[in-house]
């Protein structure tokens, strides 16, 4: 059996043509990859791992278009889309590290080839929480500096925002490569082999770090919000209606937002932490498992509900369009 990304191999090797059955696999004594196999089958395939190669390829499709769009409209250089364009780009790469994984899994099987696998995933994620980071921070200056926000400085901020977080991503990819890694000691694995127990609890503890702060800022964001909604509802005389409505709007996005991803990657991170190699594999494939699903939600939160990237797309489709005299692009801040 070839080993998985996510399976410490504590367990001793079966034997030749001895078929596991999946509740054997998920016992303590055989904590390895979830097996499931009959006895004519000589390739088993964990269940697992094939949900984690679907959800790979639905996230690298759905990403591949977002960075197209980006990419080839010229109109879409501003610090929002590039910063969505970031977004996508690390989900994309997320996506294509979950498929790559599965077939050196079952393909070609090696240690060097694991390590570069496990760094590539680390640093695709990292660099998609590290851009959602970047976005929550870029609504908040929209907001907070809305009458400098259209400046030439802006822009050059973002770039510095995107050199650091892609900086700090790959840094972190690169650590179980140059040797922070369990293989020569596995007693040191963590529920993620072959990360590191310190390693794991690094890029946990950078998760809380981050999580907190987008938290923050999309509190501060709320309360800017309602009170411009406020502000605007008392100039047109339509308070009970508009303000109402508008507050709605902004605290159901921002919920939204914040529910999708922390639901998804709180329950990986918190069992990065509370985890042991020993528990059973289908612990960190339950957990991972939801963590990737953000990934797959992000561009239809940050990308497909823009109305100029819905645009493009209906340009892309339908090979025209007709100009409405009613569209109104939408503004960096609308959260």
Known sequence: MNESLVVNDSSATPVTGEALTWLEAESPEHNGSLEFSTAPLD??????DIMLCMSGTVIACENAIVVAIIFY???????????IGSLATADLLAGMGLILNFVFQYVISSETISLITVGFLVASFTASISSLLAITVDRYFSLYNALTYFSEKTLQYVHLMLLGTWGVSLFLGLLPVLGWNCLDEPASCSIVRPLTRSNVTLLATSFFAIFVVMLTLYFKICKIVCRHAHQIALQQHFFATSHYVATKKGVSTLAIILGTFGAS?????IYCLVGEKEYPSVYTYATLLPATYNSMINPIIYAYRNAEIQRSIYMLLCGCFQTNGAYRSRSPSEV
């Open 43 to 48: 390739f088993p395939v964990n269940p697992w």
């Open 73 to 83: 409209t010229p109109t879409l250089r501003t610090p929002m889309f590039v910063l």
């Open 265 to 269: 990657w709180l329950p990986f991170a």
